[in-house]
């Protein structure tokens, strides 16, 4: 299992940013995956997260509203697109994989401690 994350730049404040998060060795669609960021001194924070085969999504109160999860399936990539960006959004990006079978219909979750695989993280600034 490997992801592969990318995109990051650097943008001013009110630009866009699309990220993905390519995968391999496993199917996207039939897991939860989530984003998390770490900003310089902070902890790492869980931002969205998609299970995709139920439709469920999930959006930090940071984020709603300017950020959107999706996964593109014939590509087996998760993408976050990143809207109105501001300074605070400055930090590196990862994506993760929780593999464990739950119930149908199991809201995903930003708990990384239930995060099995990490993409390597892509970094994100936002000048003001």
């Known amino acids: 299992v490997q992801l592969q994350a990318s995109g990051g730049g650097l943008v001013q404040s009110g630009g866009s940013l699309r990220l993905s998060c390519a995968a391999s060795g496993f199917t996207l669609a039939n897991y939860a995956i989530g984003w998390f960021r770490q900003a310089p001194g902070k902890e790492r924070e869980g931002i969205s997260c998609?299970?995709?085969?139920?439709?469920?999504?999930y959006y930090a109160s940071s984020v709603k509203g300017r950020f959107t999860i999706s996964i593109d399936k014939a590509e087996n990539t998760l993408f976050l697109q990143m809207n109105n960006l501001k300074p605070e959004d400055t930090a590196v990006y990862y994506c993760a994989a929780d593999v464990a079978l739950k119930a149908y219909g199991t809201p995903c979750s930003v708990d990384e401690d239930e995060y099995w695989y990490w993409g390597q993280g892509t970094q994100v600034t936002v000048s003001s």
């Open positions: 998609i299970r995709s085969f139920e439709q469920i999504t």
